[in-house]
């Protein structure tokens, strides 16, 4: 079955960097894209950016752009996604996601990885 | 940036009545890049629509999408215990991918 598994959370003071997993099984990697998603304590849920695990193209949200980096490791069908210079509304659940395309974002997500809370101390 | 609207913010109902939810999109969403999620506390998103009427694999027939344009609704016919939860719209038809702020249907 179609799993993602994330890395375990995190607490980091501000302005330092993090660094989430998202380890997929059950299915082929390469054949579907990966999208980040984040969600504040009590909020909604924010697009970060996606990744290509077919050739490593990248998209990420324009608020992020400088502060982030997707990759993936094929080797072990691994997700990675990497927040620098964390602040406070930093402090979310990030999700991965799969994208049900390899080389294009406009797909549904269709499974999910449980979520990695990320702690920002000040 | 395409701005998805949700409503109503909440939605009180009992067991067994039927639930429609809203979303309205700033500008024309392609029907085949409207999807619906729902998520339980403590859990992630779970994806119940796609392409605005599509159901997901394993979704319950009670769960149905229409719409098209700037305008889709997801309907619950008959409201089970387990389908208390918060649900959100989501357009990937153009960058950046967009989710509605979310409509949370509880028990009255």
């Known amino acids: 079955q179609v799993q993602l598994v994330q890395s375990g959370g995190e607490v980091e003071k501000s302005g330092a960097s993090v660094k989430v997993s998202c380890k997929a099984s059950?299915?082929?990697?390469?054949?579907?894209?990966i999208s980040w998603v984040r969600q504040a304590p009590g909020q909604g849920l924010e697009w970060m950016g996606w990744?290509?695990?077919?050739?490593?193209?990248?998209n990420y949200a324009q608020r992020l752009q400088g502060r982030i980096t997707m990759t993936t490791d094929t080797s072990t069908s691994t997700a990675y996604m990497e927040l620098r210079s964390l602040i406070s509304d930093d402090t979310a659940v990030y999700y991965c996601?799969?994208?049900?395309?390899?080389?294009?974002?406009?797909?549904?997500?269709?499974?999910w990885g449980q979520g990695t809370l990320v702690t920002v101390s000040s | 940036e395409i701005v998805l609207t949700q409503s109503p913010g909440t939605l009180s109902l009992s067991p067994g009545e039927r639930a429609t939810l809203s979303c309205r999109a700033s500008?024309?969403?392609?029907?085949?890049?409207l999807a619906w999620y729902q998520q339980k506390p403590g859990q992630p998103p779970r994806l119940l629509i796609y392409?605005?009427?599509n159901r997901a694999a394993g979704i319950s027939d009670r769960f149905s999408g229409s719409g098209s344009g700037t305008d889709f609704t997801l309907t619950i016919s008959r409201l089970e215990p387990e389908d208390f939860a918060v649900y959100y719209c989501?357009?990937?038809?153009?960058?950046?991918?967009?989710f509605g702020g979310g409509t949370k249907v509880e028990i009255k």
């Open positions: 989501q357009q990937y038809t153009s960058l950046p991918l967009t």
């Open positions: 392409g605005a009427s």
């Open positions: 500008q024309s969403v392609s029907s085949t890049y």
């Open positions: 990744i290509s695990t077919y050739n490593g193209n990248t």
């Open positions: 996601a799969r994208v049900g395309r390899r080389d294009s974002y406009n797909r549904h997500f269709d499974y």
């Open positions: 059950g299915y082929t990697f390469t054949n579907y894209g």
